[in-house]
């Protein structure tokens, strides 16, 4: 008697299209998330990053290694390439974390949105770049690859969570006082009553600060009425802020202190083109 074939026989090709699809449709996103870091970097890079020394041409690699990425795996789905991506998720997510909680080649990162944002796609990137393109290869010959990806991408996540719950956020503003002098690399500037350099920013006027929101996150404005203490001189002063707070200022210049500074004597910001313009220590003529 001749047997019927097996009813499953006839249901493979049917379920097989959709098996593609789905493969795809991870892929198309793993390499979406992908450029969206790259994008986000690129920005951030555009708008200031790229005129801190060293973290400035590390960001310039870090957009073109994921736009590379992004294309890379759209193109091919190598499993080779899933995993350099899987490798990048995980070192833009630990650089990011590093520069957070100790700083990272002499900068500190505070939380923004632009870095939370870099942070979680990196921190997303591993499961979809492994789900998208080595699927079939690993979940096929490794039993419980799928789950152990998807458990390294939560616990990723929660420990960006943590970190950015845990590490200061932006930096208070700074209260004026009794300002001082010092000299920084041959240089007499203008520092707080703690020792601190001030800033003074380009696009300010005499009358208004431009700097606001995330800006003053990286630049706390000094607030308060400051006195001047032995050898600082030139016109104090003080203007009224966008949120009502009295700023003090210098020459006419608002004053600012910056986040990347973490102890008296040092002057990071100096030169700095961040948040729309250039930062210039404040300095006295003696």
């Known amino acids: 008697m001749k ?12 379920a097989q299209p959709s098996h593609q699809f789905r493969l795809l449709g991870l892929r198309v996103a793993g390499a979406g998330l992908l450029a969206a870091t790259g994008a986000i970097h690129l920005d951030l890079y555009l708008t200031g990053y790229r005129s801190i020394p060293t973290i400035g041409w590390l960001f310039l690699l870090q957009v073109i290694t994921a736009f590379a990425l992004a294309a890379a795996v759209l193109a091919t789905g190598s499993r080779l390439i899933a995993a350099a991506g899987a490798g990048f998720a995980l ?20 939380r ?36 152990a990806v998807a458990g ?16 200061g956020g932006p930096a208070p503003a700074a209260a004026s006082g009794t300002l001082k002098t010092a000299t920084i690399g041959g240089v007499t500037v203008l520092t707080t009553a703690k020792g601190f ?13 431009t700097c606001n929101g995330v800006c003053a996150g990286y630049w706390p404005p000094l607030t308060g009425t400051a006195r001047p203490g032995p050898g600082v001189t030139g016109r104090l002063g003080t203007i009224k802020r966008a949120d009502g707070t009295t700023q003090a200022t210098y020459n006419g210049h608002p004053l600012y202190t910056y986040a990347g500074d973490t102890a008296p004597g040092q002057a990071f910001g100096n030169n700095l083109n961040l948040n729309g ?10």
């Open 3 to 14: 047997s019927l074939p097996h009813p499953k026989a006839h249901s493979e090709p049917a």
């Open 91 to 110: 070192a833009t997510l630990g650089g990011y974390l590093l520069s957070l909680w100790a700083g990272l080649f002499g900068f500190k990162e505070i």
């Open 112 to 147: 923004t949105t632009a870095g939370i944002l870099a942070g979680a796609t990196g921190g997303s990137r591993p499961p979809t770049r492994f789900r998208g393109s080595r699927l079939a290869g690993l979940q096929a010959g490794i039993p419980g690859a799928g789950r």
């Open 152 to 167: 390294l991408s939560i616990a990723a996540l929660v420990v960006l969570g943590i970190s950015v719950a845990a590490a």
């Open 197 to 209: 350099t001030l800033y003074w920013f380009a696009p300010d006027t005499p009358a208004r600060s």
């Open 277 to 286: 313009g250039l930062w210039h220590e404040v300095t006295v003529s003696g």
